[in-house]
């Protein structure tokens, strides 16, 4: 028999609940309850100024709805800031943390200057302009009160760790077919924003400390997601956490073959209960019945 899974759905409160938000938490619910293990409900609010109380409300309500039945409270990740800047000091304490200054003009002229520019799978990369920063000129910039993110230094990273094959466990399919054993490509997003004035930190860092303190065993999510799983193995590295395994799904998309999004009005669990659609019906639509 299957070790017992721990599993989480983690939206953003900015908006309702579509048939893609429905696929994912079903299928970690899935994952959970038919290994006899736990499934878990994270709101990933770090945004204050786009998240809603209402939209919380609304989404706990529709899991319900679905059927759905979740282990222990709500995990909120503005309860959780301490968490997350007791790892930033711990990344900043080895080294591989450093301000940046650029704004996205900034990054952007100097992108537009470069005869190559380091490239993601999503485009240009931040081509580590304030990583070239002498340590005076950065102390004098900080003691001017100049606006910075902080940024993860990803070569000194990887020199740090003595580059050992970093690897994650792809139990579902990766957009491009990746399945089984993956080798970590750590520096595939280049030097991302760990840390920055208006929310406190990053996404990346954010979930990484929330799957461990969780004991997250296994990460459901859509193949968007795909790409930041190399740094943040990487990160998980540096700040010895353990190691989920992951399952990454096709994204829910339109009748035209876009991905949905909260935009989708049609497409949100609130206008199918509407139209008389109920929790079954969903899952025939989404191919789980």
Not at 125 to 145: D, I, K
Not at 229 to 257: F, K, M, N
Not at 266 to 272: E, I, K, P, V
Request: proline fraction near 7%; aromatic fraction near 4%; charged fraction near 20%.
């Amino acid at each position: 028999m299957a070790e017992p899974e721990v599993t989480r759905f983690a939206p953003s409160p900015t908006g309702e609940l579509h048939l893609g938000h429905a696929y994912a938490a079903l299928i970690a619910h899935q994952a959970a309850r038919s290994t006899g293990g736990r499934f878990l409900v994270r709101m990933e609010n770090l945004d204050q100024s786009r998240c809603d109380t209402r939209f919380e409300a609304a989404i706990l309500e529709e899991l319900s709805w679905l059927g759905l039945a979740w282990n222990g409270p709500v995990r909120r990740q503005s309860d959780c800031m301490g968490a997350y800047r007791t790892a930033l000091e711990a990344l900043s304490a080895r080294g591989v943390v450093y301000p940046c200054f650029c704004t996205r003009g900034d990054i952007a002229r100097e992108i537009e200057g470069m005869a190559a520019a380091p490239q993601g799978p999503d485009g240009p990369l931040y081509p580590g302009t304030c990583r070239q920063l002498s340590p005076p000129e950065r102390q004098v910039r900080l003691a001017g009160g100049m606006a910075h993110a902080l940024r993860l230094d990803v070569g000194g990273a990887i020199t740090q760790l003595g580059v050992p094959p970093m690897h994650f466990e792809e139990t579902g399919r990766g957009p491009s077919g990746e399945t089984g054993v993956v080798a970590v490509q750590p520096a595939l997003l280049g030097d991302i924003v760990l840390g920055r004035k208006d929310t406190g930190v990053s996404y990346h860092l954010a979930v990484v400390v929330d799957d461990a303190d969780q004991g997250v065993t296994l990460v459901t999510r859509g193949d968007d997601l795909f790409a930041a799983t190399h740094v943040q193995r990487l990160l998980q590295a540096l700040l010895g956490l353990p190691v989920p395994r992951y399952r990454h799904h096709a994204l829910i998309r339109d009748p035209q073959g876009r991905r949905l999004a909260k935009r989708d009005r049609d497409q949100t669990l609130a206008a199918l209960r509407a139209s008389g659609m109920g929790p079954e019906d969903i899952r025939r639509t989404l191919g789980l019945g």
